[in-house]
């Protein structure tokens, strides 16, 4: 039989009380740690600890009080004393106890002189509450950093906790803290899930406004999409909508977009100052955000006063406005709850002048297209009197001869046209006949085009008007000679630097006997044509006109017999391709005017085959056909 001497019935007696109390220990840790592993919400594990600490230890008070280190406060998430919750909201200075866990990041135990100690220290008691007779802390600690203290108290006696107390309270705090660490990192998670869906949200917005803006050339469609967009956006925040412009020459603004709740005339008598002298004069400008009525003060308004609003400024450029004083803002885009305060997020403002900003470049992009649709306007009306000017250069109608058809047409590439044709009667019986092409195209060579013309016509008639008589003046060479080479000297003196010249073919048709006196001037060679085919090809005699001064043209000579028929054109017509980027065939014209019809019937033809070949392409160039044909002889009229 074995007997225990009482010093060791008494160690074992402590060592299963002290094996008892680790159990119990064991048992309330595994408990919270349950509990904290069901819990991802901050203020629920706060509220789990607290009042499972509140069972356990022999406290009236217990207080669980966060630190941020970056503000050097504490907040008291939760505070109970005698079974009543103790509220402290704000934040606040650690002091006392509580600094010294802080910096120290040791559990700190106060069981007598608890008063005069927490005096020294500066420790603060929160109003309505006991100051203690025993106190312990413990530091709340995350990779550590001491993220808070967790505190017991206990009003009505000292010494009221031992070191089993510390080590119990320490072990709970520790799991409370990697739970809060866990339930941060969720909720930090969570948020960033909420932005990232929230910010796909506002790009599929933005996305789909800046789809329809790209489709909307005029203001009011820009209006409507985007005002419908923010109504259908901030349909559970916003009462009120509305996009506004300024008129600086009223200094007045004008709703574009407006939905609103209430009767309240918002029209052009709505004046700036009511919400435009909220925005900053001056760059850079800023979104104003009504969080709540304490930030209104709009003085003389007839809005009704929202508890909260978003005013975006709208600005199309940096040009001040010194009559109304408001620089460059155009505008405002306004969001306005009358009822609740601080119903709109920061995000609500981003979303807003995101779109707003949208809008500004959609309304400028919409403002050049009118200003330029408005310059397209007014020069298709200058081309078009230019076309009518040209048209008056060209012959009204074409001379009817006696034994002589004569046809001519202009198709021109552009508004107007570098070549023209002319066909004009001489004195002593003669016409002339022109056919040119100037270089270049467009309004340039339609300005020289009348140059050209009307210097052929002025210097081929020099004895008319001059009322000259000389035999040598007369002559059809010599009208050819003076009218090419005084055009030719005359556009390379006074407009050689422009690089302005023409081809010109010019021929004096004796309508009696069928000589036809010509010069070309670089022009692609005419083509004499009989019932045969080609009889003559009138080749160039000189350079174009307008390249080298002081030129000596050659004349040459060529008489019609019956049924001849003068083909003249220009590149234009050779120059016209099919989709594949194959040419005319200028043959296919020569068989054309072989037919045995009227000269006109065989002019349309040609141009009609001609916009059969270039049918599907562009026209690159003018095209122009002069022909002539002698139909039998000459017979003075009686």
Not at 86 to 108: A, C, E, N, T, W
Not at 166 to 194: D, G, H, P, Y
Not at 267 to 292: A, F
Request: hydrophobic share 40%.
């Amino acid at each position: 039989m074995t007997h225990h001497t009482p010093e060791i019935e008494y160690e074992n007696a402590k060592i299963g009380q002290e094996l008892a109390q680790r159990e119990a220990e064991l048992t309330i840790i595994n408990s919270i740690q349950q509990g904290l592993a069901a819990r991802l919400d901050v203020q629920a594990i706060y509220d789990l600890v607290g009042d499972e600490i509140r069972d356990i230890f022999n406290a009236q008070v217990v207080m669980i009080s966060p630190y941020d280190q970056k503000t050097n406060t504490i907040e008291h998430r939760y505070a109970i004393e005698r079974g009543l919750r103790v509220y402290s909201p704000g934040f606040h200075l650690p002091g006392g106890f509580r600094s010294k866990i802080i910096h120290s990041g040791q559990p700190l135990l106060v069981n007598t002189d608890v008063a005069e100690q927490a005096a020294l220290l500066g420790q603060p008691t929160l109003p309505g509450t006991k100051t203690p007779k025993s106190w312990l802390g413990v530091p709340m600690i995350v990779r550590g950093q001491v993220t808070g203290v967790l505190s017991l108290q206990n009003v009505d006696q000292e010494n009221a906790f031992g070191e089993s107390d510390v080590r119990l309270l320490q072990t709970i705090t520790a799991s409370m803290s990697v739970a809060l660490e866990n339930a941060r990192l969720f909720e930090e998670t969570q948020c960033l899930l909420k932005e990232s869906e929230q910010r796909a949200a506002e790009l599929q917005i933005i996305n789909s406004v800046q789809q329809g803006l790209a489709q909307k050339l005029d203001a009011p469609s820009i209006y409507e999409l985007v005002g419908e967009k923010i109504r259908e956006t901030f349909a559970e925040k916003a009462e009120t909508i509305f996009i506004a412009f300024h008129d600086v020459t009223t200094a007045k603004v004008n709703c574009r977009y407006m939905v609103q709740p209430y009767v309240v005339h918002i029209d052009s008598g709505w004046h700036p100052d009511n919400l435009l002298k909220r925005m900053q004069i001056e760059p850079p400008y800023r979104t104003v955000c009504i969080r709540s009525a304490a930030d209104l003060a709009i003085p003389g308004s007839i809005l009704v006063a929202p508890g909260s609003a978003i005013l975006v400024p709208l600005i199309v450029s940096e040009e001040k406005s010194e009559d109304s004083g408001l620089s460059s803002i155009h505008g405002v885009v306004g969001v306005l709850n009358c009822e609740r305060e601080y119903a709109f997020s920061d995000s609500d403002v981003r979303l807003l002048e995101t779109l707003s900003n949208s809008m500004s470049v959609a309304l400028e992009n919409a403002r050049l297209w009118e200003q330029e649709k408005q310059y397209r306007k007014a020069l298709e009306r200058e081309f078009e009197i230019g076309r009518e000017i040209q048209a008056g250069f060209l012959p009204d109608c074409l001379p009817q001869l006696n034994g002589w058809e004569i046809a001519a047409s202009l198709k021109s590439a552009r508004e107007v046209a570098g070549d023209f044709y002319d066909v004009f009667e001489l004195p002593e019986g003669k016409i002339g006949l022109v056919i040119a092409d100037v270089c270049d195209k467009g309004l340039g060579a339609a300005l020289f085009m009348t140059l050209f013309r009307s210097l052929l016509r002025a210097f081929s008639n020099t004895d008319f008007f001059t009322h000259a008589e000389s035999d040598n003046l007369n002559t059809p060479t010599t009208r050819l000679k003076n009218a090419i080479s005084l055009t030719n000297n005359y556009i390379v003196e006074t407009h050689g630097d422009t690089g302005m010249f023409a081809t010109i073919f010019f021929g004096i048709l004796d309508i009696e006997t069928g000589i036809l006196t010509y010069i070309n001037g670089g022009h692609i060679p005419p083509l004499l044509i009989n019932q045969n085919g080609i009889r003559e090809i009138l080749k160039t005699s000189g350079p174009a006109v307008g390249v080298v001064s002081n030129m000596d043209y050659r004349v040459g000579k060529i008489r019609f017999e019956l049924g001849d028929t003068l083909f003249a054109y220009t590149d234009g017509l050779t120059d016209a391709t099919n989709q594949a980027g194959e040419s005319v065939n200028i043959n296919e014209f020569i068989s054309l005017l072989t037919d045995a019809l009227p000269l006109n019937t065989q002019l349309e033809k040609c141009q009609k085959r001609v916009s059969a070949q270039s049918a599907g392409t562009k026209q690159f160039d003018d095209i122009t056909i002069l022909v002539v044909r002698r139909i039998g002889l000459f017979c003075e009229k009686e």
